[in-house]
């Protein structure tokens, strides 16, 4: 009778550890799957704030661009990156000698964008004969930031009038730039200028802060 009743209640026991484990292992597949939820929706809220931060970045406050060819040399030079300043512009106009970019379109409607320096402002009149002078309302203009002497004036050999909202650009190497004196590219918007060209950041070597004025 002994052994009887302590087989049962080793029967007991073991059946009563089973359900301990059972429900043991049930709690902890529960708190598994809350773990994992929390995880994931971690992740998503994660994933949603590097997407909203971008999408403002890149939107409204910085731009990484690329330089190709060789009409802003020598100040910049083909495969240059720069990170391109798109917020200042929001609260203040462009001024006189600011590398700026701004897109351009072909003729057959295939867009780019052009990166240049201003020249002219709102409201002036521009004019450039064949050494290379520029007038800014008859005046001369004391810069030097054209690599070479300018032998073809184009569209600004006769005097241009700028409208409120129109700037003249031009590429520091202007014997080899496409800017605002190729009638297809013309005056500049002030609605179309993409943003300020503010800092390189390759090559290393060349690392830093553009000069503008």
């Not at 995880?39 to 931060?53: P, S």
Request: one cysteine or more; proline letters at 3%.
């Amino acid at each position: 009778m002994t052994e009887e009743l302590e087989e049962i209640n080793l029967q007991e026991e073991e059946e009563n550890s089973q359900k301990t484990d059972y429900k043991k292992r049930r709690r902890e597949q529960k708190e598994n799957k809350v773990s994992l939820k929390q995880e994931l929706l971690q992740t998503g809220i994660y994933l949603l704030i590097v997407l909203c931060l971008t999408f403002l970045i890149v939107n409204y406050v910085g731009q990484r661009t690329r330089v190709k060819g060789e009409s802003m040399l020598p100040t910049l030079q083909h495969g240059d990156n720069l990170i391109v300043d798109k917020l200042t512009y929001r609260f203040s106009d462009p001024k006189r000698f600011d590398i700026i970019v701004f897109p351009h379109y072909d003729l057959d409607g295939t867009k780019s964008h052009y990166i240049k320096r201003i020249i002219g402002l709102p409201g002036e009149t521009v004019r450039m004969d064949t050494d290379g002078t520029i007038y800014i309302n008859g005046e001369v203009l004391a810069e030097d930031y054209g690599e070479k002497v300018v032998s073809n004036p184009g569209r600004a050999y006769t005097e241009i009038t700028l409208g409120d909202d129109e700037y003249f650009v031009l590429g520091d190497n202007r014997d080899n730039s496409s800017d605002s004196r190729d009638p297809s590219v013309g005056n500049v918007h002030r609605a179309d200028i993409v943003g300020k060209a503010w800092l390189r950041i390759w090559p290393l070597s060349g690392f830093g802060l553009l000069k503008h004025q």
